[in-house]
């Protein structure tokens, strides 16, 4: 049993309106890698029909969580919900996220052994000892100093993996932040790990302990201004996952970079240099789950013109871990969003792509450099645009 709510299994009437908006289904053609034949697979297996098997587990584990079907379903079905409470009860049985996995994230809030680790992957991959598979961009070995707090105005979260692979982008982050003439501080101890990549793999505990160690080292009723689309949903969610009045609270402080600084776009200098055209690679996380679309193209549109993609903002098959624990489903997907991004250079003369997300910027990275296109975050190119 998966102990799922029955009404939020009910909630679907299998109209099929997600499918097109289902990477897994656009990449295999089959119904049971879709939201629809999941959830058909958990009702069997909740209702005792179906036994938990490898086949069980395969459905669920294939799954990127892009909740690219949230927006398109007419009922409203909580898809990411359902995922994450299956994936929950079957890591809590030992079935899913091995031992090895759970070491992985284990490291994530362990910040001086994460910023060695990546140092040495960085290494690692000069020496091309990583594999290419993976999907990974290349890391830098050295990175720039961490940012230091200068005000109380609001809280600049850093994070683990951003912190550790794009720390460049935190600086521009807090270069922007100042040149609204606002201040910023950096969390405390605790702060280390939001916790994003562990809800997906169903380590819900573990989830609970760093969202409240999160929340502890932000306090106050300052913003809480987050770069990474990931970290953000994840932290806009502490709500739910909590329950308690307090998680409600701090969730409600939680904006995304690009809905902050959207909103005071008029306080930024003015680009002097010339508009280069952007392509916008929404992650799914920043679309699908925050809904912050247009605050993106307010904030890029300040210093370019912006290039869309024709896909419908279609996964890009990162999916936090998924393209390192299923690589290739991941390849495949990307390859989609690749298509897409060459028909949008065809139309353009954009060499530049955003992102606002690590996973997705990395994976896409792996592929498009070798195309002469680079993938930055909009913060970056903003503020190089910008010259801060």
Known sequence: MLDIDPDKLSTCVSCGLCLPHCPTFRVTGEEAYSPRGRIDAMRAVESGELPIDETFIDFME???QCRGCEPACPSGVQFGSLMEDTRSALA????ITPRWQRFGFWFLDKHRLLLA????LAIAQRMRLVPKRLGLGGLAIRRPSAITS????VWLFTGCVMDAWQ????VNTAKLIAATGATYAVPGAGGGC???LHVHAGLTDE?????????ASMPGDAPVVV?????????????????TPDAKSFSARVLDLNEYLAERVDRLPVATGERQQVIVQDPCHLRHVQRVVDPVRTLLGHVADVVELDDDGLCCGAGGAYSALQPELAGQIRERKVASINRATERSDARLVASANPGCSMHLTGVLSSTGLTVMHPADIVATALRL
Request: a positive charge; proline letters at 0%.
């Open 92 to 95: 809590a049985a030992r079935l």
């Open 194 to 196: 939001c916790g994003a």
């Open 150 to 153: 200068t005000g109380d105005d």
């Open 117 to 120: 680790g990546s140092s040495v």
């Open 167 to 170: 720390r460049s982008t935190h």
């Open 62 to 64: 294939t799954c990127v």
């Open 207 to 215: 989830t609970k302990r760093l969202a409240t160690a999160t929340m």
């Open 227 to 243: 770069n990474s689309a990931g970290c953000g949903a994840a932290m806009k969610d502490y709500g739910h996952l909590l329950g």
